[in-house]
């Protein structure tokens, strides 16, 4: 749907609210108000500015066809977007005031020649006194006290085991591919097999060391 | 034809990110052993807090503590970036870098998903552009243009639903049928809850005729299950030994949260929060290091209604009341 004027925006959220809240047409109507009016709202560089248009939404979604946080929105006086550029330049004066915090820096992102992401910003070492939850899973899978990771095995293709899975699996993650061409088998055979064979145990024994 | 990014994004919804939505997938990612772990772990964490943000604006309710993505064990054990949608399933919600022509969905979440979210994050992480909806998948890369736009996601999940109708308002707990020895579910002594012998016997030495229940409320934060009893303690403003119930109209009504496990203090950033019945914030305090409670009272009358938020690092529990 495309709308391109204002009139047309004031029939789309007289429909929208004509509609029961919770239901799919409220819904559909919302979000595609949201879709029309987004990038149109007031927009500056303040730190709390993606915290304030958040808060802006809510408040949109809540206050639109019935008032729930605020008064309703009355389209005899302002535009949907007068209407949520006041409440959003509040929010940011009211962020601004309380601004003796320091603020978190936001670690920038780039992206390397193999098209992901590599974070500049060193991740937080985890702290010390956590268990070294890979160790500890890639040494109860290696060990297998009960052999149950290595006898349980694709009916396909032996040796595609639990305990084999489990290993190439957690970090450095071996991606699908790459088992499936080394064993011949599809790759959402080998996945279907890891969710209901080898997840199950996984969890039973995070649970066992208290990850879960 | 061919999708450019510019049209992934005119029919995508961009949603900003918060401070929150960072410091929770800041705090998932350093869990992680490695550093490609880590990055995976917050992207995952961020297009999940997007696509929460959405239902919740759409009204539609969401379990974040019982979803993979946030255990840092479940997530170390797979690439899983999902939300559960409460008594419907698990929605993937799949990170997608800025360029990018297709979605990586990678086969151990091919089964067992209501469906997938493409979400496009930009490289500054200030906003996440919810591309649009899959239901099912049969390869690792999807392209962007096989996503149908949002209305299929909200489709998918009213169908789920079926005809139940969400009711508009969550049950309320009613305050006046408390006197009258009428509890909802899950409320309890606080005797019974905690399981302890001597506090029956300090029990006996508090006042009659208030009608006091606690309900246990799990807490799942990146640092484990935390466990709390949150109480309410309700008296007549005025109370006469004779006719305890004969003037409604003014009540005071205590809120208490304590520990679940009587040897330890409150976890510090811990929040209890009063707010009215449109949401708004009345009152709120905060747990520091060293505190055992946290306390709030209001004042109200008959039918008024009001709601308890209890909160701990991005989870929380609410609870409607009427008087």
Redesign the interface.
Known sequence: MAISNEQQLVQLIRQTCQQP??S?ER??G??AI??TI??KLWKDSSPH???A??RT??YF??NLCE????PQFDPERASVITWLNAYLKGELTKAGWQDGRAQ?R?A????NSG?????LL?????PSD?P????T?REWAETDTSRELRRIHLKENSRVTCQMV?LR?????TP??VLSDEFDVP??T???F??RQC?PR??KF?EEQ??? | MIWTVNDARN??????????D??IA?QL???????????QV??NVLAVSAVN?YL?????STDLAASESR????S????VADLVVTNIGQLECRPV????QTCHI???V???RIGYVAVQID?????AALVGFIPTV?A?AVPLHQFQP??AL??RL?NLRGSE??P?RESSVRLSQWVQGVFETGWQTVEELLGEPQIRFAAAFRRGDRPERGKLIHLTTPQ?ERLVILIVNQALAIESEGEPNSDPQNVEIELKVISADQQSLLPAGLQLTLLDE???VLRETEARSEDDYLRLEVDGHSDERFSVRVMLAGSSMTEHFVI
């Open positions: 809240r919770g799919l819904q559909k919302l979000t949201l879709k987004q990038g500015y993606q915290d248009l958040q939404w809510f979604c809540r008032a729930t946080t605020a978190q936001m920038p992102l780039v992206i098209g992901e992401f590599i974070d060193d991740t937080v070492p985890a956590l070294p939850m890979l160790e899973t489990i699996r957690l970090p450095p993650e699908w591919k790759i959402a080998l996945s279907t890891y969710r997840l996984l969890r995070g208290g990850y879960l | 029919q995508a919804l961009v949603l900003p990110l918060t401070d929150e960072h410091a800041r990612a350093a869990r992680q052993p490695t550093a490609q772990k880590a990055t917050r992207l943000t919740q604006m759409m009204e539609i255990s840092p064990f479940l170390l054990c797979g690439d870098v800025t360029n990018a990678p086969a151990e091919w089964d067992d490289e500054a992480l200030e906003e049969e690792e949002l209305g909200l489709r009213h109708v969400p508009a484990g449109s949401g708004s």
